[in-house]
């Protein structure tokens, strides 16, 4: 944007003080394999240097993670039992 520095810091996590990733938007797959094929269209797309990670087990929920450009942590995520 016209006025913003290039480096200009939007996550809110630095604003605060506390950790990187600390505070950051999830979403909730509707199954195993889409969050699967989720991760897989968002490498991709290669947008913006957006670097997905693999499948990770949290706790009872599996969980991709990424940061989208203005650095803000977004997350799919899948428990493993749905009640």
Not at 2 to 30: F, L, N, Q, R
Request: hydrophobic share 35%; charged share 30%.
């Amino acid at each position: 944007m016209p006025g913003i520095a290039e480096d200009y810091d939007t996550g809110i996590d630095s604003g605060i003080g506390v950790s990187h990733g600390m505070y950051h938007y999830s979403s909730k797959a509707p199954s195993p394999d889409d969050l699967e094929a989720r991760r897989e269209d968002l490498e991709s797309r290669g947008i913006g240097g957006i670097d997905v990670t693999v499948v990770a087990k949290v706790d009872d929920t599996k969980a991709i993670f990424f940061f989208d450009p203005i650095a803000i942590q977004l997350e799919f995520c899948r428990p493993d039992q749905i009640l």
